[in-house]
């Protein structure tokens, strides 16, 4: 479990406002295969800078480009 920072799907990702490093609920674009009766099969998940962002731990709402962290998203 990271520590410091997210290397991985969040990278360089953390909350403003209370610096935890998630979960995070995010709006996202989702290609799905939806028939009469739900779901049936999902494939790619992309979010971008503008899409919601919330911290599970604090509930701070905000977008995703908010949760980036300026000294980490260069490297990401």
């Not at 610096?19 to 971008?48: C, K, M, N």
Request: hydrophobic share 30%; proline share 4%.
């Amino acid at each position: 479990m990271p520590t410091d920072k997210n290397t991985n799907c969040l990278a360089g990702m953390k909350c403003p406002e209370c610096g935890s490093l998630g979960p995070f609920a995010i709006a996202s674009y989702v290609i799905a295969e939806v028939t009469d009766s739900g779901v049936e099969e999902y494939y790619d998940i992309e979010w971008d800078d503008d899409c919601f962002c919330h911290c599970q731990l604090c509930g701070r709402d905000a977008t995703v480009g908010d949760f980036k962290d300026a000294g980490e998203t260069e490297n990401a």
